[in-house]
């Protein structure tokens, strides 16, 4: 199936810090998602780009969708400790036959704030 | 408050078993989807549905198959249960519509003993 690169695999800052990562693909996605996973949570949608070159802003939250199409980029101001968790980019492609459509996600960013 | 529910948060099982893990989701959503996480992997895609009794194979689907005979719920089904198949599971929906993501359940961490 689809991969998609994420780095970095993972991220020690301190507080107060940004934070910055990326996702890319071999392929072209229509629609670009960010999400984070708190510990023992499931996901939880963060940002969604729709078009390419986009940017868009959550908070302290920043994303931004490739001109390419082929990849993704998000940005933490600030960080604070309940930033910690795993971030992971998604690109969502049409299921062609039937119209829905699949997410294929990136292996995850792991941050850590250091005290 | 919109919701996917797994019904175990932990589960142990021995080898040669047969396995099911539910996903009940109360948004009315169209897809479903199972997911299995590992430590730099990712999240990878096991099975999905579009609809009632359908299902499509994901990128990983040996060693596993899936139920959907309601609309709000989806089973996963390890017909043999192995130890390379200890990992934590996720179970996902959403609306047929490019405007919405997917809502994830908590997660079922499986071990295989």
């Known amino acids: 199936g689809q991969q998609l690169n994420q780095s970095p695999q993972s991220m020690f800052i301190q507080e107060g810090e940004d934070v910055s990562m990326n996702c890319t693909s071999s392929s072209i996605f229509n629609t670009w998602l960010w999400y984070k996973q708190d510990p023992g949570e499931g996901p939880v949608l963060l940002i969604a780009l729709y078009k390419a070159g986009e940017l868009t802003s959550n908070g302290r939250l920043t994303a931004q969708f490739g001109i390419t199409r082929k990849d993704s980029f998000l940005n933490i101001s600030a960080s604070i400790p309940s930033d910690v968790g795993i971030y992971f980019c998604?690109?969502?492609?049409?299921?062609?036959?039937?119209?829905?459509?699949?997410?294929?996600f990136g292996t995850g960013t792991r941050l850590t704030i250091i005290p | 408050d919109v919701k996917v529910t797994q019904s175990s948060r932990y589960l142990v099982k021995r080898t040669g078993e047969k396995v099911f893990l539910e996903c009940v989701q109360d948004?009315?959503?169209?897809?479903m989807f199972w997911y299995r996480q590992d430590p730099g992997l990712g999240l990878r895609l096991i099975y999905f549905?579009?609809?009632?009794?359908?299902?499509e194979k994901g990128d990983i689907p040996e060693g596993y198959s899936v139920s959907r005979e309601k609309k709000e719920r989806f089973s996963l089904i390890l017909e043999s249960a192995s130890t390379n198949q200890t990992s934590m599971y996720l179970c996902?929906?959403?609306?047929?519509?490019?405007?919405?993501?997917?809502?994830f359940g908590s997660g079922t961490r499986l071990t295989v003993v």
């Open positions: 549905s579009y609809d009632v009794k359908m299902k």
């Open positions: 996902a929906s959403s609306k047929s519509d490019r405007l919405y993501g997917y809502t």
């Open positions: 998604a690109g969502q492609s049409l299921i062609s036959n039937f119209g829905n459509e699949k997410l294929t």
């Open positions: 948004m009315d959503h169209e897809n």
